[in-house]
């Protein structure tokens, strides 16, 4: 009984293997499509004169917060009212559009309240007092300046794209999104 089972399984016939050549091509073409996506998935190279523009565009923006939290900070000492500086962001706004854009619809928002801001300021009752909603206002603009910031300096860490932006970019044959 034994003896004729495994009889029977080594006198397999050509025939019993006719599939064989059908599934080695699917398996090469899985195979060359994974190899595929993983060279395309590899890290982009950054190009130094974006990296280098976009480092300028972030210290000036920053620098430019910086003077603006100052100001804040004089009003909230003096209750003069003031005016937010906006020449920089105007000056580099496209650069960390290209390069940063998930920071650059935050920054553009905050720059967008400015002249809200600035009416707030102005806008006093007696002994230079402010009603709550104006205070309100001026401090969340004050805290929305910080963390816009915060999401600048951030973005100068961001590594190369790689995984799938990669993959996409390099078939969009475009700059990678960071």
Request: hydrophobic letters at 45%; one cysteine or more; proline letters at 5%.
């Amino acid at each position: 009984m034994y003896k004729s089972a495994t009889d029977d399984a080594y006198s397999g016939t050509c025939d019993d293997f006719q599939h064989m050549p059908f599934i080695g091509l699917i398996v090469a073409i899985v195979a060359a499509g994974a190899a595929a996506t993983l060279w395309l998935a590899r890290p982009l190279p950054i190009d130094a004169t974006r990296r280098q523009a976009l480092t300028e565009a972030v210290a000036a923006v920053d620098r430019e917060l910086a003077a603006n939290l100052e100001l804040m900070t004089m009003f909230d000492q003096t209750r003069q009212a003031i005016v937010l500086e906006n020449g920089e962001f105007a000056r580099y706004r496209e650069t960390i559009e290209r390069e940063a854009p998930h920071v650059a619809e935050v920054v553009t928002m905050l720059y967008a309240r400015i002249p809200d801001t600035e009416a707030a300021m102005e806008r006093r009752g007696p002994a230079n007092s402010l009603r709550d909603e104006d205070r309100q206002l001026i401090e969340g603009w004050e805290g929305d300046a910080r963390e816009a910031q915060r999401n600048l300096r951030r973005s100068l860490d961001a590594g190369p794209a790689a995984g799938w932006p990669a993959v996409t970019a390099r078939l969009r044959s475009r700059s990678p999104r960071r």
